[in-house]
């Protein structure tokens, strides 16, 4: 089946990716710049796609960036939060309606293409605060998709009840190059290993039992888009 995947670069959709890949879909990867706090995602969604050979279109959103002002990724003034995720720390990380917007995209793009599927990433440890990572989200969101066009376009979230351990073990089987994709909030040059993002990566490779490639600055001061952190 051709299938659209939104891609951000991240361990998360890169197995994604990969295992859909495997399972043998003609596969369209869609990344969005929405105007977030750094490139770095894009940079390695963008370097991945072309070792695979995939095509991977990037929708220009950025302009939208005031629009989803409020939480740490598209608004500068809010710093990134370190150690562990508490409930409040996680929702300064909240996108507004991102996965909505994202899958909306990728729909029209799905559409024009005549892909008869699209698909992301979610999985169960964003459940607890990330309300548009729910199955009830997806499931009224697959409902939509269906009812937005004369051709029928699935909505596919293969790792809705895993856990990024679980996500990890994958990659691990299918040879993901882990080290090439990205995850950490800040973007400087190396993952910082200090925000909630890349001490719930470092974990997940703990808890898979899977040697984590990702060299970490821990204590280097990151950027983000070009601009020093302070």
């Given at each position: 089946?051709?299938?659209?995947?939104?891609?951000?670069?991240?361990?998360?959709?890169?197995?994604?990716?990969?295992?859909?890949?495997?399972?043998?879909?003609?596969?369209?990867?869609?990344?969005?710049d929405y105007g977030q706090?750094?490139?770095?995602?894009?940079?390695?969604?963008?370097?991945?796609?072309?070792?695979?050979?995939?095509?991977?279109?990037?929708?220009?959103?950025?302009?939208?960036?005031?629009?989803?002002?409020?939480?740490?990724?598209?608004?500068?003034?809010?710093?990134?939060?370190?150690?562990?995720?508490?409930?409040?720390?996680?929702?300064?990380?909240?996108?507004?309606?991102?996965?909505?917007?994202?899958?909306?995209?990728?729909?029209?793009?799905?559409?024009?293409?005549?892909?008869?599927?699209?698909?992301?990433?979610?999985?169960?440890?964003?459940?607890?605060?990330?309300?548009?990572?729910r199955n009830e989200f997806?499931?009224?969101?697959?409902?939509?998709?269906?009812?937005?066009?004369?051709?029928?376009?699935?909505l596919s979230r293969p790792?809705?009840?895993?856990?990024?351990?679980?996500?990890?073990?994958?990659?691990?089987?299918?040879?993901?190059?882990?080290?090439?994709?990205?995850?950490?909030?800040?973007?400087?040059?190396?993952?910082?290993?200090?925000?909630?993002?890349?001490?719930?990566?470092?974990?997940?490779?703990?808890?898979?039992?899977?040697?984590?490639?990702?060299?970490?600055?821990?204590?280097?001061?990151?950027?983000?888009?070009?601009?020093?952190?302070?």
């Amino acid at each position: 089946m051709k299938t659209v995947i939104v891609y951000s670069g991240g361990l998360d959709s890169t197995v994604l990716l990969y295992h859909m890949r495997a399972a043998g879909h003609e596969l369209h990867a869609l990344s969005i710049d929405y105007g977030q706090r750094h490139r770095c995602e894009l940079e390695r969604a963008a370097a991945i796609c072309a070792q695979l050979n995939i095509p991977q279109p990037t929708a220009n959103l950025s302009a939208i960036q005031p629009l989803l002002a409020g939480n740490s990724l598209t608004s500068p003034e809010i710093e990134v939060a370190e150690g562990h995720y508490t409930e409040e720390t996680m929702k300064t990380t909240v996108v507004p309606n991102r996965n909505m917007i994202f899958l909306a995209v990728a729909t029209g793009h799905a559409l024009s293409i005549k892909a008869g599927q699209i698909a992301y990433a979610a999985h169960s440890g964003d459940h607890a605060i990330y309300p548009d990572c729910r199955n009830e989200f997806a499931d009224a969101m697959a409902t939509a998709i269906a009812l937005a066009d004369w051709e029928q376009v699935q909505l596919s979230r293969p790792f809705v009840n895993w856990t990024k351990a679980d996500i990890v073990k994958r990659g691990a089987e299918l040879a993901v190059p882990f080290a090439k994709t990205w995850s950490c909030y800040k973007g400087g040059k190396l993952h910082c290993g200090r925000c909630g993002t890349c001490i719930e990566r470092r974990e997940a490779f703990h808890l898979a039992n899977v040697e984590d490639p990702t060299p970490y600055a821990l204590r280097r001061r990151c950027t983000h888009r070009g601009k020093p952190e302070k």
